[in-house]
Structure formats: C-alpha cells, structure tokens
C-alpha cells in the first residue's frame, strides 16, 4: 500500500495544497493500531509532494496559552454572558442566518473578545474571521475540503492574515490531512453519545482519544457528550481543551455551571 492508496488524499491534484501522507500512516488507517509503531509523537509524518512545501500554508499561529474550558454558542450574546463569567475560549458557531447578520454576530462578538484578551474562534466563516480579526477559525471537513481547492487559495489567506486554524477530525484519514496542514489545534469527537450536532460518526471513546493524543502535537480538544463528571478521565487520556455545548446553554444556573466546569476543567491562562 502507498500514498496513492490511502482514501481521501489525492496523490496529484491542480490545488496547491496537495500532499500526501507517508507509508506507515497509510497502515495506521488501515490497521487503527499504533502497536507496531514507534514511540513518538511525529509518528505521523508528512510530505509535500514534489517539494510545493512553500506553497502550502502554516504552520497557522500557534495558541499562546492552555485551553482548559472551550464553549460553543451560537450568538454574540453568548458569548458576552460568558465572558462576563470568565469564560476565555468561546467558539461562535451559527447556522442558517442572513449574511447582514452573520456580519453583527461576528463583529458585536469580536469587539467583546478583544476587550477582555478573550479568544474567540469563528466556526466555518473564514472571511468574516480575517475581517474582524478574530483570535482564530475552526472549520470542519466538508469547509476544508472547500478552501482546498478554492482557487483564490483562502487557507493562505488565513494563515498569513495570523488567525489561528482548528481542525475538526473523527477518521485518520481526516487526521492525516488536518496534520498536513498544521493547525493551531485539533479536535476529535465525539468523545460520547450526543445530542447537541448532527454528526455522522459513532462515538469516539476514549482510547480513540488517546490514540490522537500519541498522533498529535497541537493541542488536542474533546467534544461531544462529555458531562462534567467524565472530564478528569478525558483529560487523563490527553485532552488540552473540553469543549461544552448544552451544559452551559441549557444549564438552569449559567453562573454556576461555569464555575463548576471551570473548577474541573481549568481556565485558560496564558503560557508565556
């Protein structure tokens, strides 16, 4: 088996990202073991193919302290509640609204952020994260798939513009292309059973977890299912970040919801 071989990853491709992920990624996709691998954490390697390493993007700016509490929230309102409690990490997360409001959503919630030294990461919307200079963007595959192959090359953009890029995976096939591109972070979920996204993948569990932990060197962010008595063990497993949906938003006492997540997952604090 090679490169060529391995789902996902097009051995030669017009875009300028194009890469390919070494022999022994391929056999870790195919086998989900890392038994047979040695002990590192650069176990998975990449290459650029035909030495366009110049054309590719990143290494997108790195986080410059722990994540600890991650929310996801759908509203610049939100996002104002929380940092009013402290929250540090929030991703703005909305679907289905006309690009007027997009655009309210996402500057009203960036100008918060920036008072307070919050980070705030824009979820899909790349443009209106360069605009209002968010701290960072997360993107799922299918978005990913599309700023690989937009010509006007949106991943250059982002990188050079210094918005930070998290990456969401649930394969090792997604894996191997989010590490390609090195991101600021990545996630893997979900960790659990979950109601809060639709998403087609089963449950990760934690030895799954694990495995990206070994498999990674950005920091690593859990979603999906995970109740707040399940963090301790997440974060044994090597989760930086716990991100949380519903138990802050539908949390009959938003106040001492934060406190007890932030209690157990940490607040993020700046690392140098």
Not at 208 to 236: C, F, H, S
Request: aromatic share 6%; glycine share 8%; charged share 25%.
């Amino acid at each position: 088996m090679d490169a060529h071989d391995f789902p996902g990853v097009r051995r030669s491709s017009p875009n300028p990202y194009r890469f390919c992920v070494k022999r022994h990624v391929c056999l870790l996709a195919c086998t989900h073991s890392l038994d047979a691998l040695p002990e590192t954490k650069h176990r998975v390697s990449i290459c650029a193919e035909e030495g366009s390493d110049a054309k590719r993007p990143g290494p997108f700016a790195a986080c410059e302290r722990e994540i600890g509490l991650y929310a996801c929230v759908d509203s610049a309102a939100w996002v104002q509640r929380l940092l009013d409690l402290g929250v540090r990490d929030i991703q703005l997360r909305i679907k289905d609204r006309p690009a007027g409001e997009l655009d309210k959503e996402v500057r009203e919630a960036a100008e918060s952020c920036r008072k307070v030294q919050a980070r705030l990461w824009v979820n899909d919307y790349w443009e209106l994260a360069l605009r209002y200079q968010t701290y960072g963007l997360h993107i799922g595959q299918e978005d990913l798939e599309g700023l690989l192959t937009a010509p006007d090359q949106p991943l250059t953009a982002i990188q050079r513009g210094g918005v930070r890029l998290g990456i969401s995976t649930h394969t090792f096939t997604e894996l191997g292309r989010a590490v390609a591109l090195r991101p600021s972070y990545i996630s893997l979920g979900p960790i659990f059973p979950t109601a809060s996204k639709k998403i087609n993948f089963g449950p990760q569990g934690l030895a799954r977890l694990k495995q990206w932990r070994r498999l990674v060197d950005v920091p690593l962010v859990a979603i999906g299912g995970i109740g707040i008595e399940a963090v301790p063990a997440v974060q044994k497993a090597g989760a930086d970040g716990i991100c949380v949906i519903s138990a802050l938003t539908k949390a009959s006492d938003l106040a001492e919801a934060v406190k007890e997540w932030q209690g157990v997952c940490g607040i993020s604090k700046l690392t140098k």
